[in-house]
């Protein structure tokens, strides 16, 4: 049996301040620090003095991939707490000493840790470990009361063997349930896009000719699907209308409409679209499509073939001319020259909010590739250009451009 099960990435995005005090928990730490960057958080780690006779900054160090800071001076140099605790999304301390309880819960403040604990503006998880006397002792209880009655979070002792060797109530959470605390914590925090409705669309479409042809096209849906997970995770109800591609590193929780043709996919959009505030099409939909199907294989002839095409519905343009005040249309351009020009084109021509440019000149950008580096125009004349990223990255940058958008 694997210690950890790591879920994936869970805390990605995530700024994580682990607050070690001085308990012989202590070491557990090292275990936590490394759950949370396995799950992809950015992790600063603090030490009480008391803490570095139980485990050593070098470790954590070592681990977190930051220098771990104890000290308000140290020399010519001071710790700035208060922007310590506005760069994270939630300090956790742990494990939590008797002594540094007693101090959050008078407003104490004689080392660093506290002094973050007291400016932080970020929520506080805090992870007791002593033992079951000092546990029980009225004193403590008062304690532990009065920091939740604070707002902080207490994640509960456990039973078992203590650091005296009786056993009983008192010892820290072990770290994975204090990791998997932490990814429950954030996945029930409300995004900036809760009660929001996002529609995306992603992938390539097929244009059957017969039952074993068809036109399509090399997209696999990548940036789509990453721009489907980016909203959810701002905390938007997702539906992705998804052309014949795979879909396995979609978000649960994200509703999926799998579609094969643009037919398809524009009334599949049509039937979403009046109740969505957010829509990103980000699929390559075929431009035309054959003007018959023939329900039997088509054979081979004498001579060329000349296949008659028919223009496809546009649905970006189709739901531009819809579109309410309010609702978000933002739409893709891939393009091969003439860039800028084109995308500004397509920005007015298909009345959307914002055009995403994506250029197949740049070699990070394109079908089938992991990365893509895209320029953002907007309505108001804002423009942004990207560095070339991972797909993810690229979608959280459009996500948050369209929110900073939303709320200007
Ligand atoms: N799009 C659409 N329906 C179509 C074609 C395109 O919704 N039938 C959308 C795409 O999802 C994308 C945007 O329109 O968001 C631009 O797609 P693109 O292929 O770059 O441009 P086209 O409009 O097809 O124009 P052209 O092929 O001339 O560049």
Redesign the pocket.
């Known amino acids: 049996m694997p210690l950890f099960v790591f879920l994936g990435m869970m805390l990605k995005g995530k700024k994580i301040l682990v607050g070690i005090t001085g308990s012989i928990a202590a070491y557990k730490a090292a275990t936590l620090v490394r759950f949370l960057i396995k799950e992809g958080a950015e992790v600063k780690v603090i030490m009480t003095p008391a803490a570095k006779d139980f485990i050593t900054p070098l470790t954590l160090s070592t681990l977190s991939k930051y220098p771990v800071l104890t000290d308000i001076f140290k020399e010519d140099e001071w710790a700035n707490h208060v922007m310590l605790g506005r760069w994270a999304d939630v300090l956790v301390v742990a494990p939590l000493s008797c002594n540094t309880l007693a101090k959050m819960a008078s407003g104490l403040c004689d080392n660093l840790l506290l002094s973050v604990y007291l400016s932080a503006t970020c929520p506080v998880i805090l992870a007791p470990a002593m033992d079951e006397d000092m546990w029980k002792h009225p004193a403590t209880q008062h304690n532990i009361k009065q920091v939740q009655q604070f707002g902080n979070r207490v994640i509960p002792v456990e039973s078992g063997e203590l650091a005296s060797g009786l056993i009983g109530e008192g010892r820290m959470a072990e770290p994975e349930h204090i990791g998997n605390y932490i990814i429950d914590f954030f996945s029930k925090q409300p995004g900036p896009l809760a009660g929001k409705k996002a529609l995306v ?1 992603a992938g390539p479409t097929y244009e059957h000719i017969d039952p074993v042809r068809f036109i399509g096209n090399h997209s696999s849906g990548k940036m789509g699907i990453a721009i489907a997970n980016a909203l959810y995770k701002q905390g938007a109800e997702v539906t992705l209308v998804l052309g014949p591609v795979p879909d396995n590193s979609l978000l649960k929780g994200i509703e999926v409409v799998h579609v094969q043709s ?1 037919r398809e996919m524009y009334e599949a959009c049509q039937k979403v679209f009046p109740q969505t505030n957010i829509t990103i ?7 035309y499509t054959p003007a018959t199907f023939v329900n039997e294989k088509i054979k081979k002839s004498e001579g060329n073939w000349l296949l008659e095409l028919t223009k ?5 343009k189709d739901l531009g001319g819809k579109k309410r005040d309010e609702q978000l249309l933002i ?5 091969t020259n003439n860039e800028k020009a ?1 995308a500004l084109t ?1 920005l007015k021509s ?1 009345n959307a909010d914002m055009i995403v440019l994506n250029s197949l000149n740049d070699k990070e950008a394109g079908f089938g590739k992991d990365t893509n580096k895209v320029t953002i125009f907007d309505k108001r004349g804002g423009v942004a250009a990207f560095e070339a990223k991972p797909k993810d990255a690229v979608a959280n940058d459009i996500v948050n451009y369209l929110i900073e958008y939303a709320n200007a």
């Open positions: 669309t643009a099409m980000a699929a390559a939909v075929a431009d496809t519905q546009d649905i970006l739409g893709f351009a891939l393009e084109n397509k298909k």
